[in-house]
């Protein structure tokens, strides 16, 4: 019987190499690279051509930016979700919908194994990992990238030799995730919690001393979810994209942290993500005035257990739906304009 694995693909060089792998080193017959676009900064064209180089059977490129934003998304606002008081989950709402698409996959080709690139520092194994096995349950799991440590020349002097193109860029200085919610950037020299974020860190964001004249932006809300701005009624994943560059220009969003992750390692981590801290920002203004006082005291206590919850991975729970209902419970008055002064 042909053997075959389903990988979550980013189209960069670690998941690259991972199809090789799996063909030479863990005896796949067939690779399948599910490339998910959540609204990331990615050239999709070379990276589905770099999937078939590295021996992909298939790379299959699939659009889930509206439902990202409607479902992970919507619901992050709707319980203000900031991880540890000041991370909006950019990397861990992604998470579920990409495996989501990739078990999807996987189910309907019977796949022997799923794949992620993850290695095992991090918290995205966890999610990955845990979201694998809520939508295919008893698949078998595989993470090349934490079963064996390569370093970037070994990467690509493998690369090279197999022909899958690399890019002539120099080494990152940083790693970074991004999504339509915002960016996540992290190690190099910023691992040195001494160190100021430099500028070339950021991308959505411009520093708050290079900010241009105020401005207010007033935000559309229909039962807690942000429906227009300054009037125009636009889809949650347009707004976002809309109101990222207006907010980001005065440095809105910008996060430098030490964060806690799941598995116990304390990490410096920088975001941005303009939009995010805005809406979350403009929805809680809303709330302050709708909610009864009860209402708010309870849910503002549940908010940052919604948000530990996604952090671990664990979007596929009945205890996350749970906490789902009670905050849309607490929606249905949320309706109404906000203006936010930039
Ligand atoms: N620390 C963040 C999280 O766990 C971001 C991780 C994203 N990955 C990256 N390569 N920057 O959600």
Redesign the pocket.
């Known amino acids: 019987m042909s053997r075959t694995a389903v990988l979550a693909y980013s189209g960069g060089l670690d998941t690259s190499c991972a199809i090789a792998w799996l063909k030479e080193d863990y005896g796949f017959d067939q690779v399948v690279a599910v490339l998910v676009d959540v609204g990331q900064d990615a050239d999709f064209e070379p990276a589905v051509a770099r999937g078939y180089a590295a021996g992909a059977s298939d790379v299959l490129l699939v659009d889930r930016k509206r439902e990202f934003a409607n479902d992970q998304v919507a619901k992050a606002l709707l319980a203000n979700a900031l991880y540890e008081g000041r991370y909006p ?4 709402l992604s998470r579920p919908v990409i495996a989501e698409a990739v078990a999807e996959v996987a189910l309907e080709l019977d796949a022997e194994a799923v794949v992620h690139g993850c290695t095992g520092k ?3 194994q966890l999610r990955f990992e845990l979201a694998f096995k809520a939508k295919y349950p008893g698949v078998h799991v595989i993470a090349p990238l934490r079963d064996r440590i390569w370093t970037r020349d070994e990467e690509i002097a493998f690369a090279e030799a197999l022909g899958i193109p690399v890019e002539a860029k120099a080494e990152k200085p940083y ?3 991004d999504n339509l919610f915002g960016r ?3 190690a190099g020299i910023l691992e040195d919690a001494w160190v100021a974020p430099p500028e070339d860190a950021f991308l959505l964001t411009s520093h708050p001393s290079t900010a241009p004249a105020p401005i207010d932006v007033v935000v559309g809300f229909e039962q807690g979810l942000p429906v227009a701005l300054d009037g125009e009624e636009l889809e949650l994943h347009e707004l976002i994209a809309t109101l990222n560059p207006l907010a980001g220009a005065y440095g809105v969003g910008r996060i430098d942290m030490i ?1 806690n ?1 799941a598995i116990g390692i304390k ?1 410096r ?1 920088l975001y941005e993500a303009p939009a995010a801290i805005a809406l979350i920002e403009a929805h809680r203004a809303l709330e302050d005035v709708v909610l009864t006082k009860a209402e708010a005291i309870a849910k503002r206590e549940l908010e940052p257990r919604w948000a530990k919850v996604l ?1 671990d991975g664990l979007w596929f729970s009945p205890l996350r739906s749970a906490y789902d209902a009670f905050f849309a419970a607490t929606q249905t008055l949320v309706t109404g304009d906000v203006r936010l002064s930039l």
């Open positions: 989950l950019v990397s861990a991090g918290n995205d790693s970074i995730d996540a950037i992290e964060e992750r990490s981590e952090y």
